[in-house]
């Protein structure tokens, strides 16, 4: 399967840990990426690989895989982590790309 | 410093072509692959197709696959997006990105987005 799911919405309250999910087969092979959209802006890359963070992402921000479920986790939710949040993978074939259909979460 | 930057928005008719622009800065533009990112009004992110500019080697989504036409040309480090014939559906925010580093499906950087709008 190339698909990847993700639940439409979490909320967290704010100062508290939240893990988003992405579960496809394609995750047991490949790792998931972790991108952060906020309104009207492009979308941000936050994770990827197996738990890494690019210059200037903080280091609330985490990855995890188990079997096809890939997980994002926030640990202390601020109140600029309010955005949209989309895993990317490959599909089976490991040629092309695949993105979740996102998350929004809400900060409380 | 890396930048891609897109060509303005545009406003077309059903039945129109078009072809939309990514120029890449600030790195080996032939070195990395550059893939095209649809998103709908209020929807999600979609994985429309990728090139490799140094051989032009591109693959699509299935979803994409004959819809559109990816490009580029190296020798001004640009990609495009390409439609022969538009339709009211193809309206969107369209988005360039290119891999963090040259092996890994992850993508570092973005493009400002190129909102099409497709009307009669």
């Known amino acids: 399967s190339s698909e990847l799911t993700q639940d439409p919405a979490v909320s967290v309250a704010l100062g508290q840990t939240v893990r988003i999910t992405c579960q496809g087969d394609?995750?047991?092979?490949?790792?998931a990426s972790w991108y952060q959209q906020k309104p009207g802006q492009a979308p941000v890359l936050v994770i990827y690989?197996?738990?890494n963070r690019p210059s200037g992402i903080p280091d609330r921000f985490s990855g995890s895989r188990s079997g096809s479920t890939a997980s994002f986790t926030i640990t202390g939710a601020q109140a600029e982590d309010e955005a949209a949040y989309y895993c990317?993978?490959?599909?089976?074939?490991?040629?092309?790309?695949?993105f979740g259909g996102g998350t929004k979460l809400t900060v409380l | 410093e890396v930048q891609l930057v897109q060509s303005g928005a545009e406003v077309k008719k059903p039945g129109e072509s078009l072809r939309i622009s990514c120029k890449g800065s600030?790195?080996?533009?032939?070195?990395?692959?550059v893939a095209w990112v649809r998103q709908m009004p209020g929807q999600g992110l979609e994985w429309m197709g990728i090139?490799?500019?140094?051989?032009?080697?591109?693959r699509y989504s299935p979803s994409f696959q004959g819809r559109v036409t990816i490009s580029a040309d190296k020798s001004i480090s640009t990609a495009y997006l390409q439609w022969n014939s538009l339709k009211a559906s193809d309206t969107a925010m369209y988005y360039c990105?290119?891999?963090?580093?040259?092996?890994?499906?992850?993508?570092?950087?973005w493009g400002q987005g190129t909102l099409v709008t497709v009307s009669s």
């Open positions: 690989g197996k738990n």
């Open positions: 990105a290119r891999r963090l580093d040259p092996s890994g499906s992850y993508y570092g950087y």
């Open positions: 394609s995750l047991r092979s490949y790792y």
């Open positions: 090139i490799y500019p140094g051989d032009s080697d591109t």
């Open positions: 990317k993978s490959r599909d089976s074939s490991g040629n092309l790309g695949v």
């Open positions: 600030g790195y080996s533009f032939s070195s990395y692959w």
